[in-house]
């Protein structure tokens, strides 16, 4: 798995390639690169997962952890490109109802700016 990571504004925007799983270090490099953002003071996180194939229940625990983390710290973390198999994951385990997803990266960016923008996301998640 790799994460690539680049800043838009005040925002951190990480591109996930790869299973988040933990039959590799996918769940450890997401967990690792959360924390060492947070310490760094960015709370504001948008994951790219329009190339993640497969979350495990791991994986899944590990972005509700980091979910949670980033909230605790005052900030926001939104998912963007969410694969059609992980949107199935997030709306069985009823999570879809806690992350706010965004298939344009555009969107996922003005939702930190704009508190329409969350209405949006949660017709996003009516809509799967």
């Not at 960015?42 to 497969?54: E, K, M, S, T």
């Not at 710290?73 to 709306?91: C, D, F, Q």
């Amino acid at each position: 798995m790799t994460i690539e990571e680049r800043r838009v504004r005040d925002v951190v925007v990480l591109s996930i390639s790869g299973d988040i799983a933990t039959n590799g270090d996918g769940v450890t490099q997401v967990a690792d690169k959360v924390r060492s953002l947070l310490q760094d003071g960015q709370a504001r996180l948008v994951l790219d997962l329009g190339r993640v194939r497969y979350v495990d229940s791991a994986g899944l625990g590990e972005l509700v952890h980091a979910f949670t983390a980033v909230r605790n710290r005052g900030g926001a973390m939104k998912l963007l490109n969410v694969t059609k198999r992980v949107s199935e994951l997030l709306v069985v385990t009823k999570l879809a109802t806690v992350f706010e997803c965004f298939d344009s990266e555009a969107e996922a960016l003005a939702s930190f700016m704009s508190p329409s923008a969350a209405g949006a996301a949660s017709k996003w998640a009516s809509d799967r």
